[in-house]
């Protein structure tokens, strides 16, 4: 046993504690062995309509050629992709992989300024968007470089009647396409049509070849482009599926990803790993829409679930939630921020199966650590570093400290990028000579090898000389039985350096700030005591429901 590694001895059985990187060159190796093994079992559905392993391998390789036929695009050209969860999304991410191309996944909430920025960073030539979002594509076209746009609707993989319907009613009905007019557009089914009506050229890819630029970032300051190589990209699907076999099927089970698939935690955990395990996804388009993801829950019995803290919190709250047919659940996993003891009690309860959690970043493909899915007990861990991942908890030297002290957690592994995108002084601040990628979190690793976040070193707040982390001040308040959300920031002060400010959803009026006070005076040490109290009808969050506490500070 590697004593430098005491989380190899809290494995699950079954888990390995390495992985092959190396066992597929490139997505599209493991995409077109997926596609081979699967055939004849459903690998996507979305609105009632499934798609099965082999029509999305046909349909993705006509994307494919209709990019090398069709387009003057060649092997590691950029290829961005703007749409919300819908059958076109893998179709389209799995073609401009088998053409060799990269990825650049976008936001389809973007503004004007954000979309302009990321497309012309990423020199992108082509992108395929929702017509919903073609009118801000239209704003920002003559400031980037793009040389086709192909342009999907809502329904365009439905049978043919469900489909005229269902672009007529976002059109004229609900009126959630604005008027838009590109000179370089093309529509997505005569892309697919020409694809298939010419030949696909077989490619060989490099493993170190990019695969994605992601883009991160965003809420400190300008977006950078992680490049997320083939073999990036691999190892982390490998990491994820050996963590999830033992208590997965993979084949067949139905995987619900409400989460954007642009985001990278359900890019790798739900879309490349099941598709790579053989799973079923499930997809949905607008997870904000709760009841009518309630009523998705309700149409059969699903075996796995991904999503962040805010969103079970609004399924737990929500009407008739706990009479969903949980029989075949066998577990949930949250990402992208953290989840609270209070949800992951109250989850495990009406479930019956514990609500895990996992750890990463986009510069790690993300995913870096997760508890057991059979761990029914909540530590309030991030769980064990993934098979094949070294994780260190680090001084403001850069050294490496003993378990149980806290530090900067450092990261190395197979799933680590290989840099920022045309910006190697942003590579070097955060990658080591050895490898080690500074991830900016603060945390620690106890005795058995569970790693714990203490929080986000930027989101540190120092009180009279003492850190306050936000994330143990919000999973108190969190717990009282008349809030539903809580954020803590810290504010200037004069006297201390910063104080606590406290932002609160409450369940009703009745909640004063004087009952809320005296509650944190009772489960907080004084300085951790918020000084302020705002109550909010709701909290600012990102594009995955993740809290967004500098525009709470600002």
Same mark, same amino acid.
């Given at each position: 046993?590697?004593?430098?590694?005491?989380?190899?001895?809290?494995?699950?059985?079954?888990?390995?504690?390495?992985?092959?990187?190396?066992?597929?060159?490139?997505?599209?190796?493991?995409?077109?062995?997926?596609?081979?093994?699967?055939?004849?079992?459903?690998?996507?559905?979305?609105?009632?309509?499934?798609?099965?392993?082999?029509? %999305?391998?046909?349909?993705?390789?006509?994307?494919?050629t209709?990019?090398?036929?069709?387009?003057?695009?060649?092997?590691?050209?950029?290829?961005?992709?703007?749409?919300?969860?819908?059958?076109?999304?893998?179709?389209?991410?799995?073609?401009?992989?088998?053409?060799?191309?990269v990825?650049?996944?976008?936001?389809?909430?973007?503004?004007?300024?954000?979309?302009?920025?990321?497309?012309?960073?990423?020199?992108?030539?082509?992108?395929?968007?929702?017509?919903? @979002?073609?009118?801000?594509?239209?704003?920002?076209?003559?400031?980037?470089?793009?040389?086709?746009?192909?342009?999907?609707?809502?329904?365009?993989? @439905?049978?043919?009647?469900?489909?005229?319907?269902?672009n007529?009613?976002?059109?004229?009905?609900?009126?959630?396409?604005p008027?838009?007019?590109?000179?370089?557009?093309?529509s997505?089914?005569?892309?697919?049509?020409?694809?298939?009506?010419?030949?696909?050229?077989? %490619?060989?890819?490099?493993?170190?070849?990019?695969?994605?630029?992601?883009?991160?970032?965003?809420?400190?300051?300008?977006?950078?482009?992680?490049?997320?190589?083939?073999?990036?990209?691999v190892?982390?699907?490998?990491?994820?599926?050996?963590?999830?076999?033992?208590?997965?099927?993979?084949?067949?089970?139905?995987?619900v990803?409400?989460?954007?698939?642009?985001?990278?935690?359900?890019?790798?955990?739900?879309?490349?790993?099941?598709?790579?395990?053989?799973?079923?996804?499930?997809?949905?388009?607008?997870?904000?829409?709760?009841?009518?993801?309630?009523?998705?829950?309700?149409?059969?019995? @699903?075996?796995?679930?991904?999503?962040?803290?805010?969103?079970?919190?609004?399924?737990l709250?929500?009407?008739?939630?706990?009479?969903?047919?949980?029989?075949?659940?066998?577990?949930?996993?949250?990402?992208?921020?953290?989840?609270?003891?209070?949800?992951?009690?109250?989850?495990?309860?009406?479930?019956?199966?514990?609500?895990?959690?996992?750890?990463?970043?986009?510069?790690?493909?993300?995913?870096?650590?997760?508890?057991?899915?059979?761990?029914?007990?909540?530590?309030?861990?991030?769980?064990?570093p993934?098979?094949?991942?070294?994780?260190?908890?680090c001084?403001?030297?850069?050294?490496?400290?003993?378990? &149980?002290?806290?530090?900067?957690?450092?990261?190395?592994?197979?799933?680590?990028?290989?840099?920022?995108?045309?910006?190697?002084?942003?590579?070097?601040? %955060?990658?080591?000579?050895?490898?080690?990628l500074?991830?900016?979190?603060?945390?620690?690793?106890?005795?058995?090898?569970?790693?714990?976040?203490?929080?986000?070193?930027?989101?540190?707040?120092?009180?009279?000389?003492?850190?306050?982390?936000?994330?143990? %001040?919000?999973?108190?308040?969190?717990?009282?039985?008349?809030?539903?959300?809580?954020?803590?920031?810290?504010?200037?002060?004069?006297?201390? &350096?910063?104080?606590?400010?406290?932002?609160?959803?409450?369940?009703?009026?009745?909640?004063?700030?004087?009952?809320l006070?005296?509650?944190?005076?009772?489960?907080?040490?004084?300085?951790?005591?918020?000084?302020?109290?705002? @109550?909010?009808?709701?909290?600012?969050?990102?594009?995955?429901?993740?809290?967004?506490?500098?525009?709470?500070?600002?």
């Open positions: 046993m590697d004593e430098l590694r005491p989380w190899l001895r809290s494995y699950p059985n079954g888990v390995p504690a390495e992985i092959n990187p190396d066992e597929f060159n490139s997505l599209k190796e493991l995409l077109e062995d997926s596609f081979q093994k699967n055939s004849g079992l459903t690998a996507f559905s979305n609105s009632g309509v499934a798609m099965r392993f082999e029509e %999305i391998d046909q349909l993705s390789r006509h994307f494919a209709y990019l090398q036929s069709d387009t003057d695009l060649q092997p590691g050209d950029r290829v961005a992709i703007m749409l919300p969860n819908l059958l076109q999304y893998p179709i389209v991410t799995f073609g401009i992989l088998r053409a060799g191309m990825v650049v996944n976008v936001n389809p909430l973007y503004t004007a300024r954000e979309l302009e920025h990321q497309l012309s960073d990423s020199g992108a030539k082509v992108i395929v968007v929702l017509e919903n @979002f073609a009118a801000v594509l239209q704003s920002v076209l003559s400031k980037v470089k793009l040389e086709k746009v192909i342009v999907t609707a809502v329904g365009d993989h @439905f049978p043919i009647f469900k489909r005229a319907m269902t007529l009613f976002v059109r004229y009905i609900k009126k959630l396409v008027s838009w007019k590109i000179e370089i557009a093309e997505y089914l005569k892309a697919i049509t020409k694809g298939k009506n010419s030949s696909y050229k077989d %490619i060989t890819i490099c493993s170190k070849s990019a695969a994605f630029l992601q883009y991160t970032g965003g809420t400190t300051g300008t977006p950078k482009g992680a490049i997320l190589t083939h073999r990036n990209m190892s982390n699907v490998l990491q994820a599926a050996a963590w999830a076999k033992p208590f997965l099927n993979g084949r067949g089970d139905l995987v990803t409400p989460l954007p698939l642009y985001h990278v935690f359900s890019l790798t955990a739900n879309l490349l790993c099941f598709i790579y395990l053989g799973g079923h996804n499930l997809l949905v388009t607008n997870p904000r829409d709760i009841r009518s993801l309630i009523r998705e829950l309700r149409r059969q019995p @699903f075996t796995y679930l991904t999503g962040v803290n805010t969103l079970f919190n609004a399924l709250n929500y009407p008739g939630f706990s009479r969903i047919n949980f029989s075949k659940h066998k577990a949930t996993m949250g990402g992208g921020m953290a989840v609270q003891a209070s949800i992951a009690e109250e989850w495990q309860a009406i479930t019956g199966r514990p609500l895990a959690q996992g750890y990463g970043l986009t510069e790690a493909s993300p995913i870096v650590s997760a508890t057991p899915l059979d761990m029914f007990e909540f530590n309030g861990s991030v769980g064990l993934l098979p094949s991942t070294e994780v260190i908890i001084d403001e030297a850069g050294t490496a400290m003993n378990l &149980g002290k806290v530090g900067e957690i450092h990261i190395r592994g197979p799933q680590v990028m290989s840099g920022y995108w045309k910006n190697p002084k942003a590579t070097t601040d %955060i990658l080591s000579d050895e490898g080690w500074k991830t900016g979190d603060i945390g620690r690793i106890d005795e058995h090898g569970f790693l714990y976040i203490e929080d986000r070193k930027k989101d540190l707040i120092l009180v009279s000389g003492f850190n306050v982390y936000p994330n143990e %001040i919000e999973d108190v308040v969190v717990a009282h039985p008349e809030v539903i959300e809580a954020a803590a920031v810290g504010i200037p002060d004069e006297h201390s &350096g910063e104080t606590v400010r406290l932002f609160v959803v409450r369940k009703t009026p009745l909640l004063k700030k004087e009952r006070m005296e509650y944190c005076r009772k489960n907080l040490t004084g300085y951790k005591r918020p000084r302020d109290i705002v @109550f909010m009808d709701k909290l600012p969050k990102n594009n995955i429901g993740k809290i967004l506490r500098r525009e709470l500070r600002e």
